[in-house]
């Protein structure tokens, strides 16, 4: 392995772990804070320590004598993805209330099957490996979260939903990605996320100065380390990472998440729940590493570059680093 390869594979990984240490984070700030109050601060943070590259990145911006999409995309583009991001960001928020940073984790990660899957309504045809990797997801999902009584478990539903809001945000910023510059949108959706999450909190939380101050640590891990560190690590590591490294090692945030939750918070999966995150964790792969085969195959054919984009759908993977955290 060259060591150009290593090196960005080693910044990958770091971005899977903090990512993954997230979700502790997560469930940490919420002894403290209520949900959406946790949201509001952690992406209003998020937002002030990329404002600085925003601000840089819109004056490059405004110097391109032509921006598809018009001049005041950075605005209603920012909202748009704001929106959606607070509805994935809050259906977490809210599921880490009733269920473990694990099985959030594994959960969450099923974004990457539910895109090219919501991807038909627009014409778009996975490949095979969807097919094959959405039934192992479904039979993961029914070990690891439904229940004797043949229930979802609550929280398990909560982030369920987290993860349909998340692919359906992969796919506005799909189209928004290549129309404004990444900083620019990064931090104004973290911005339009906060807001609308503190709005929330407004009507239904109690908030205090002591109760957010005792949540300092996990509002700095999910606000500077998630958004921050993880953005940077991801970008750089996917400079020089063959794609297929890069698939396996972004999916190992669902084993972080569920590492980091039982060493940190005493968290144990049973074995039934443990078959359902490998099942899970396999049909993620599965549909990763088959795009991948795919667009390698195009590439000797003289298609797209084989050392292109990982994505499930054909969106750039760099899309997932502008989520600013699926976690």
Not at 224 to 232: A, D, I, N, R
Request: with cysteine.
């Amino acid at each position: 392995m060259e060591k150009k390869v290593f090196k960005a594979n080693i910044f990958l990984f770091l971005a899977a772990v903090v990512w993954g240490v997230t979700f502790v984070a997560q469930r940490a700030g919420m002894e403290h804070l209520g949900p959406f109050t946790y949201n509001g601060v952690r992406y209003a943070l998020g937002a002030l320590f990329l404002a600085p590259l925003a601000w840089r990145g819109y004056r490059l911006d405004s110097l391109r004598p032509f921006r598809p999409g018009g001049g005041w995309i950075f605005l209603w583009g920012g909202v748009m993805a704001g929106l959606a991001m607070a509805a994935g960001a809050n259906f977490q928020q809210a599921g880490l209330v009733y269920t473990t940073a694990g099985k959030a984790g594994f959960i969450t990660g099923l974004y990457v099957i539910i895109v090219p899957i919501l991807g038909l309504f627009w014409s778009q045809r996975p490949g095979l490996g969807v097919w094959i990797g959405a039934p192992l997801a479904a039979i993961g999902l029914y070990f690891m979260s439904v229940t004797e009584s043949f229930t979802l478990a609550p929280g398990d539903a909560l982030v369920l939903v987290c993860a349909l809001a998340w692919a359906g945000h992969i796919l506005l910023l799909g189209w928004l990605s290549p129309r404004m510059n990444p900083y620019v949108l990064a931090c104004g959706q973290a911005a339009v996320c906060s807001l609308v999450s503190l709005l929330i909190a407004a009507f239904s939380e109690d908030f205090s100065l002591q109760a957010l101050w005792a949540a300092r640590l996990p509002i700095l891990w999910g606000s500077v380390m998630s958004v921050g560190l993880g953005f940077t690590f991801q970008v750089i590591g996917q400079k020089d990472s063959p794609p297929s490294h890069a698939a396996i090692i972004m999916q190992l945030e669902a084993v972080f998440a569920g590492l980091s939750g039982w060493l940190i918070l005493g968290e144990v999966m049973n074995p039934r729940a443990i078959l359902g995150a490998g099942l899970m964790l396999a049909g993620m792969l599965t549909a990763q590493l088959w795009a991948w085969k795919q667009t390698a195959r195009q590439g000797l054919a003289g298609g797209p570059a084989a050392d292109g984009p990982v994505s499930v759908s054909g969106l750039d993977n760099k899309i997932k680093s502008q989520i600013i955290s699926v976690n």
